[in-house]
């Protein structure tokens, strides 16, 4: 199969038509993009007067991932990259399969709300 630019347009036009993934998509971008303005607000003046920041504590050792606190855009980029793929190709793939589309679209969901817990313990961790 080949795909051009066309195509891509109406595979993405036709599902956003459907409901449940036109909504499911935008609660998954609203939820990553809320929580990254708090992640991003709450971890830059921390990291800014410290010099370094938290990324990992673990129950058993501690903590055991310092870095510089520029490192705090490396979490919600890698988020966006993977979450951002996983929507693309669950649009891309709707046409032809509607249940591996919304297999990815879950993961893509799925992704975000581990990215969510994860960003808060990261900011008990550091707060």
């Known amino acids: 199969m080949k795909w051009n630019a066309s195509e891509w347009k109406l595979a993405i036009e036709i599902t956003w038509d459907d409901d449940w993934l036109k909504w499911q998509t935008i609660g998954t971008v609203v939820v ?7 992640f991003l ?3 830059i003046p921390i990291g800014v007067q410290n010099g370094t920041l938290i990324f ?3 129950l058993y ?7 510089p606190w520029p490192w705090v855009f ?3 980029v890698l988020v966006a990259v993977i979450a951002g793929i996983d929507l693309f190709a669950s649009f891309l793939l709707f ?3 509607r249940i591996a589309s919304r297999i990815l679209l879950n993961c ?5 709300v581990l990215y969510v817990i994860g960003a ?3 900011m008990i961790v550091n707060g």
Not at 61 to 67: K, Y
Not at 108 to 112: P, Y
């Open 41 to 43: 607000a709450r971890l």
């Open 108 to 112: 893509a969901s799925v992704f975000v």
């Open 120 to 122: 808060a313990f990261i």
């Open 32 to 38: 990553f993009a809320a929580l990254t303005i708090i």
């Open 74 to 76: 490396a979490v919600p």
């Open 61 to 67: 050792l501690g903590i055991d991932d310092v870095r």
């Open 95 to 97: 046409r032809h399969d």
């Open 56 to 58: 990992h504590y673990n």
